[in-house]
């Protein structure tokens, strides 16, 4: 009997190879007694979908140090979905995405899903953009984050597009059951824009932002007392060089920081600080191709870097998993997704106390997926350019 979670795994293939078979067995009834082509058609099917649930369980238990993947929800009261983010909040793991009609639409508003129970509770609406009985805004990027000390934040984005959007913000003090009254963030101020803050061995909170209105442009808020007020540096990048958003922060063994993200220039960018952010250097290429589309990393508590992002620089499939010692050199640690149809992106990642790595992503638009991995059991190889 398929299992569960093989069944999951197996069902973007199921489904377009039922629809293969049942075009199939059409043209065999135009030649015969349909009962029997049908009789017969429907034990192929279950032959070749438990077939292919046997290749894709082995393909999957193949790649060393992927635990499980999972959909975080089956149905939902949304049919578009986009953007999410994951946190480990005392020991409970969270994950909010914005979804609605489609992006950009009034309705989007912000999601969120609790782990409870070894299973993901079902998705609720905890923040929207409605400014009025007669205007709503659509709402974009969530960020969870939670401080050393200090409730669990939720920072996100309202407006009409990503040029005219501004920073929001909620905390949750009881594992994100209930929240604060949303508060806009001071002018200037947008918050994490796509990947979590981190918070540094002072205990300032350092969040990744950029802008999109004037050209692309990275830069970085600052909270010293905890989130209660935030400072932002210029633009660390030359947009006729660079056009650059969404950084994700690195932390490294000699204290300084680096930077990657996405450009528009079909690769990786790498900025580096030596004054924990408050200065940066020149951007560069990382080497590693980018498609226009987000990424995210995290430094693994053995030292090492752990990168997802979509390895081309023309589509958001596939998505991949490397890992590097030093930032730089890069090596291939797995596959997440690799279909030519349709795109998986938008990695959010994190390392729970455990040592596990938790991955979400955008699921062609329809659904998020999180997977788990141990980062001790990855096989690295040379990544293939």
């Known amino acids: 009997m398929i299992g569960a979670a093989m069944a999951q795994r197996l069902e973007p293939h199921a489904n377009l190879f039922t629809a293969m078979l049942d075009r199939m067995q ?40 992927l635990v499980k993947s999972e959909f975080i929800f089956d149905t939902a009261p949304f049919p578009s979905c986009h953007a999410s983010t994951i946190v480990e909040s005392k020991g409970a793991l969270l994950c909010a995405w914005f979804g609605g009609t489609a992006e950009r639409n009034p309705d989007v508003g912000i999601w969120l899903s609790r782990f409870v129970d070894g299973r993901w509770a079902p998705p609720v609406e905890v923040a929207n953009g409605v400014q009025s009985t007669a205007l709503r805004y659509p709402t974009w990027n969530p960020v969870l984050f939670e401080p050393k000390q200090g409730s669990l934040r939720l920072f996100y984005k309202v407006g009409p597009s990503p040029s005219k959007w501004w920073g929001m913000e909620m905390t949750s003090d009881d594992l994100g059951r209930t929240w604060s009254q949303a508060r806009r963030l001071p002018d200037g101020i947008l918050g994490p824009i796509k990947n979590k803050a981190i918070q540094l061995s002072n205990g300032d909170i350092l969040a990744p932002s950029s802008r999109e209105d004037g050209g692309w442009r990275v830069h970085f808020e600052r909270s010293t007392d905890g989130g209660k007020t935030w400072s932002a540096t210029a633009s660390v990048n030359d947009t006729k060089e660079f056009q650059a958003i969404q950084p994700t922060i690195l932390v490294h063994r000699d204290g300084r920081l680096q930077a990657l993200g996405r450009t528009r ?84 990642v994190i390392q729970s106390t455990d040592g596990l790595v938790h991955i979400t992503y955008t699921w062609k638009r329809e659904r998020i997926k999180h997977t788990v991995i141990d980062p001790a059991k990855l096989v690295l190889k040379p990544i293939a350019h």
Do not use: C
Request: charged share 15%; glycine share 10%.
């Open 265 to 348: 220039a079909n690769g990786v960018f790498s900025i580096w600080s030596d004054d924990n952010g408050k200065t940066w250097g020149k951007m560069g290429a990382l080497g590693l191709p980018n498609p226009n589309s987000g990424i995210d990393a995290v430094t693994l508590r053995d030292g090492r870097f752990l990168l997802v992002y979509n390895h081309s620089s023309t589509a958001r499939t596939p998505l991949n998993v490397a890992v590097s010692s030093d930032g730089v050199n890069w090596q291939s640690g797995l596959t997440l997704e690799d279909a030519t149809v349709g795109q998986y992106s938008y990695p959010a």
């Open 26 to 65: 059409v043209r065999m009834n135009s030649f015969g007694d349909s009962k029997a082509s049908s009789s017969i058609f429907r034990i192929t099917n279950r032959r070749l979908l438990l077939s292919l649930a046997i290749g894709s369980s082995l393909a999957f238990a193949q790649q060393p140090g």
